[in-house]
């Protein structure tokens, strides 16, 4: 341990006793104790525990310099924090330890991540193909709680030449007997793409082959994460810089997936980009497998760069959180997602209605945490109000989440309208806490997150003719 690492324990305790206050404090989503939390790394399932490591500045809710803090459970709902993991104190992460991944082989885990570093202010750097350094850096552990050394494993120079300074999350996976790595990066000319990189021994790694769209999409591809579902072969990647058409009404970056058509390592084929979520608040998801084998995707629900709104809890001394842990599966041949199943052991059912015809009113009162579902929706009539301010409804051909009141103090903090076209409507799942909601369509082939302040819990349902269940999380 070196002066700089005891220096920022110190720095973060002192932070952390502040403690994060009330009122919009989550009840089953995983939130950093303080401060500010962005992106989840590491996701794994490690003899018999699920870690969640997280992008966290303790010191400013509004972001900084970047820590790794460290989660565990049982459950994935209920979330025990274990303090910080990795602290940006060698030359080669100085400026911050970035996104990365957990790969878990013969009882120990092998954390890989990016290490930033950004060199002092000068006028001809332009922090992206000048002034700034992207290195690779590996840190081990048998426990999941101790870790040893980092190492750090490549550099910039090691990329291949016609990259930008932008190369970084890497994420890993064994095929044969050997390991893979993919890392998103940016072109020096402004073309997103992934990386992937091979090695024998997880620790010395040689450039492979690149992953690209057919023509330019986008400038850079983060968080870049491949794995097979279902007999899908998904690429999931979250594009910045789409700009014109459908993208204008979109959020300021995207988080989406393509198919893959042949083989990711050799000769394969691209599907157009789907988005994983359609609301607002959803970024740089991350996916890892269960003990008993079902694919669990996690994302931060938060935006970066987004100055079109914003989240009230910064004046209580925090911002952000986890989406809650959804399982990956493929029904019909489309990729869906839906809350992973440990849910239904904390839940309560509060009303049980098989025909919202008989009743007018369905009204839920009170309830800050449930599960609603409404199913057998007719002829496509269906509308939703959260707290008064928030409107879920289908209408002319597509499903909307708009916000009454788009001003920044009001309970939409800003967000305005957020959308997805589809044919028709059979049945929506509401999953209701604190400050946010997540809503999963049509067996949850498209979903809408979105964080929300509301004065008050209420929900009202107008589906005639539909099934409601409404279940309180406890």
């Not at 992008?55 to 310099?65: A, L």
């Not at 274990?82 to 991944?101: E, I, K, R, T």
């Not at 970066?304 to 599966?329: A, K, S």
Request: net charge negative; with cysteine; aromatic share 14%.
């Amino acid at each position: 341990m070196n002066a700089l690492t005891r220096d920022l324990i110190k720095l973060t305790k002192l932070a952390e006793g502040a403690k994060a206050s009330a009122p919009f404090r989550q009840s089953f989503h995983l939130m950093p104790p303080v401060g500010w939390l962005n992106d989840p790394n590491g996701l794994c399932w490690f003899k018999g525990v699920y870690h969640a490591f997280f992008q966290y500045s303790p010191f400013d809710p509004e972001g900084g310099v970047k820590l790794w803090g460290h989660y565990t459970s049982n459950d994935m709902i209920g979330w025990e924090y274990q303090g910080v993991a990795f602290y940006p104190d060698q030359p080669f992460d100085c400026h911050g330890v970035y996104s990365g991944c957990a790969f878990i082989e013969d009882g120990e885990m092998y954390i890989y991540y990016t290490g930033n570093v950004k060199l002092e202010d000068r006028e001809d750097y332009d922090y992206i193909n000048t002034g700034r350094e992207a290195n690779t850096v590996l840190v081990t552990s048998k426990d999941g709680m101790q870790f040893g050394r980092k190492k750090e494993l490549m550099r910039n120079t090691d990329y291949p030449s016609d990259l930008s300074r932008h190369v970084r999350d890497p994420k890993v996976w064994k095929q044969g007997d050997t390991y893979y790595m993919i890392q998103g990066a940016r072109t020096k000319a402004d073309v997103g793409q992934a990386i992937i990189f091979e090695s024998k021994d997880m620790l010395n790694w040689t450039f492979k082959s690149r992953v690209e769209s057919g023509e330019p999409f986008g400038y850079m591809w983060e968080c870049p994460d491949y794995f097979e579902i279902g007999g899908v072969k998904v690429l999931s990647a979250s594009v910045q810089g789409l700009e014109g058409g459908v993208w204008e009404h979109r959020n300021v970056y995207q988080s989406g997936y393509f198919t893959v058509e042949g083989d990711i390592l050799e000769k394969y084929a691209l599907s157009e980009y789907h988005l994983w979520d359609y609301g607002f608040d959803y970024y740089a998801p991350q996916s890892f497998e269960t003990g008993d084998g079902r694919r669990i995707l996690i994302a931060w629900m938060g935006m970066p760069d987004c100055e079109e709104y914003t989240n009230l809890t910064i004046e209580d001394g925090w911002q952000h959180c986890f989406t809650f842990p959804r399982e990956v599966y493929v029904k019909d041949g489309k990729v869906r997602q839906r809350p992973v199943k440990e849910l239904e052991k904390r839940e309560r059912k509060l009303q049980d209605v098989q025909d919202l015809q008989d009743a007018e009113d369905f009204e839920i009162e009170g309830c800050r945490t449930c599960d609603l579902t409404v199913a057998g929706i007719k002829d496509n009539a269906f509308r939703a109000v959260l707290g008064g301010e928030l409107i879920l409804e289908y209408r002319e051909g597509r499903f909307e989440m708009r916000f009454i009141d788009q001003n920044k103090t009001s309970a939409s903090a800003g967000r305005g309208l957020r959308y997805a076209e589809m044919e028709r409507i059979e049945d929506v799942r509401l999953l209701v806490d604190v400050s946010s909601v997540e809503v999963f369509v049509n067996g949850g082939e498209y979903v809408f997150t979105t964080r929300y302040y509301p004065k008050s819990a209420h929900i009202r349902v107008e589906a005639p003719g539909a099934q409601a269940e409404v279940s309180e999380i406890i």
